[in-house]
């Protein structure tokens, strides 16, 4: 690649961010090998080092700061106490580029290498907009993929506690993972729905050599009718994992919400879509969907918008119950 070339590529890549994203996943393309990909910025830096480091220390300056990585509590204050709480965190490595190295997740890699004992600064933030109904009998749908178990661990402990001194609505909970052996927390959920904690615990395999593949969204639909009722009873959803579980969640919800004379999978394609959606926005009107959703490009923003939404909802309970 000559310099045309490279001013070419480089330019597009300033100003264009889907080009730019697709090309960091296509080549794997990290601030620590830049010059593997730009060849003539070596050249340059060889030919004139005071010139080389004044485009590096230009470059550097111009990359915004590393964003915080945030993770979703999984347990329970009334169980383990005010001074103890847990993560569940995936670590995370992927090969990409040319040379199909292999790299490591910043922050995930950091934690799973950290001896024990070791202390750590971390921020608590709150999430005012991911949080169990305050009337304890108000069903609710719990979706997770992966470690998005996580929040839904804490919900457990916490219905766990409190199952005995009062009327719990019902609580189903929805998980796609791959295998049984990565099937996190699988014993407590399990005895969790033996005692009646959990109404329904369903469990989607991707690739169980006993399991037929199914994801989510095909449990979602083949259990159409309850989840029907159960947003009809004034259900909330909570949704937690990567951007494709929310996606895949919001399309069979507008499926099953708008074809409520569907009795069998095979039949649930929506009678009216719109129908579908409309349902579906009203239910986020009312701030009945929950989201927690990890991997999206902008996540500060997005929970930015939740704050908000939060925000907004305390406003509105404020102005109905003032006389």
Not at 120 to 137: D, G, I, K, T, Y
Not at 189 to 204: F, Q
Not at 221 to 232: H, K, Q, S, T, V
Request: net charge positive.
């Amino acid at each position: 690649m000559d310099d045309e070339e490279s001013k070419k590529q480089m330019l597009e890549l300033s100003l264009n961010e889907a080009v730019r994203r697709e090309w960091i996943v296509s080549t794997g393309a990290r601030i620590a090998n830049i010059f593997d990909h730009f060849p003539t910025l070596s050249t340059i830096h060889r030919a004139d080092k005071s010139l080389g480091i004044a485009m590096l220390e230009s470059i550097l300056l111009k990359l915004p700061k590393l964003r915080a990585r945030y993770y979703s509590v999984s347990s329970s204050p009334q169980k383990e106490g005010n001074n103890k709480f847990s993560l569940t965190v995936g670590r995370v490595t992927w090969r990409g580029g040319y040379n199909k190295r292999m790299y490591l997740g910043f922050c995930s890699d950091f934690l799973a290498t950290l001896p024990l004992e070791t202390n750590v600064v971390v921020e608590m933030r709150p999430a005012p907009s991911f949080r169990l109904p305050r009337a304890p009998e108000t069903p609710i749908l719990m979706v997770a993929g992966g470690t998005g178990i996580a929040p839904f661990k804490g919900f457990v402990d916490h219905l766990t506690v409190n199952k005995a001194g009062t009327t719990q609505g019902d609580a189903w909970l929805i998980v796609g993972c791959q295998t049984k052996n990565n099937q996190l927390y699988r014993h407590e959920l399990e005895t969790a729905a033996e005692n009646k904690v959990l109404t329904k615990y369903l469990v989607g395999y991707s690739r169980e050599s006993t399991e037929p593949k199914r994801y989510i969204d095909v449990v979602m639909r083949e259990n159409a009718d309850g989840i029907r009722d159960l947003i009809a009873r004034g259900g909330h959803v909570y949704v937690c994992g990567d951007i494709r579980i929310e996606e895949s969640v919001r399309k069979a919800l507008v499926d099953i919400l708008g074809n409520g004379d569907a009795v069998k999978v095979k039949d649930l394609l929506p009678i009216s879509p719109d129908t579908g959606t409309a349902a579906l926005a009203q239910l986020e009107k009312e701030h009945k969907i929950h989201l927690d959703i990890f991997g999206a490009f902008d996540v500060q923003g997005m929970q930015k918008k939740q704050l908000e939404a939060a925000l907004t909802k305390i406003k509105e309970i404020k102005v109905k119950n003032d006389p």
